[in-house]
């Protein structure tokens, strides 16, 4: 692995500090504060330029409200067969992985709006509303098999 380039575990922990901050609707600024930390190694952490320490993950973990499990969910084996310690025992060449779209602000904003939604029912249809967009949009139509959302 090029020296210089973040983990690709610390990369992922630090996208899911930046999703549970922003669906908390927390800045940076705060979060650090929150922390004893300036908003710029709130940055670092979430780019996965610095690693997060035990200590500081367990309070983070505090202040998101959330497990420290939390932040290694979802993490693909591709993720960790990226780790350097896995690419020197032999495992599969990096790749250059495509950005992950619950990382993007685009999405957290979008769910964040989205349950702010008081209404169950206004809710719904405008689940349904993009569900049939996206569907047209892929030229997939019909039902794709997709969880209803919670009510």
Excluded: C
């Amino acid at each position: 692995m090029p020296s210089g380039k973040p983990n690709p575990v610390d990369v992922h922990v630090g996208s899911r500090v930046r999703l549970r901050r922003t669906l908390l609707g927390l800045s940076q600024e705060k979060l650090g504060e929150a922390i004893g930390l300036t908003f710029q190694q709130v940055q670092k952490y979430e780019r996965g330029a610095n690693r997060i320490g035990a200590s500081r993950l367990w309070d983070l973990s505090r202040v998101l409200d959330v497990p420290v499990s939390f932040f290694f969910e979802e993490m693909d084996d591709s993720v960790a067969s990226r780790s350097p310690r896995n690419v020197m025992r032999g495992a599969e060449e990096e790749a250059e992985a495509e950005a992950d779209p619950m990382t993007k602000r685009e999405t957290l904003e979008l769910v964040r709006s989205y349950y702010r939604i008081i209404d169950p029912s206004i809710r719904k249809r405008i689940y349904d509303l993009t569900k049939t967009l996206a569907q047209s949009a892929a030229g997939n139509e019909g039902r794709d098999g997709e969880p209803e959302p919670e009510q």
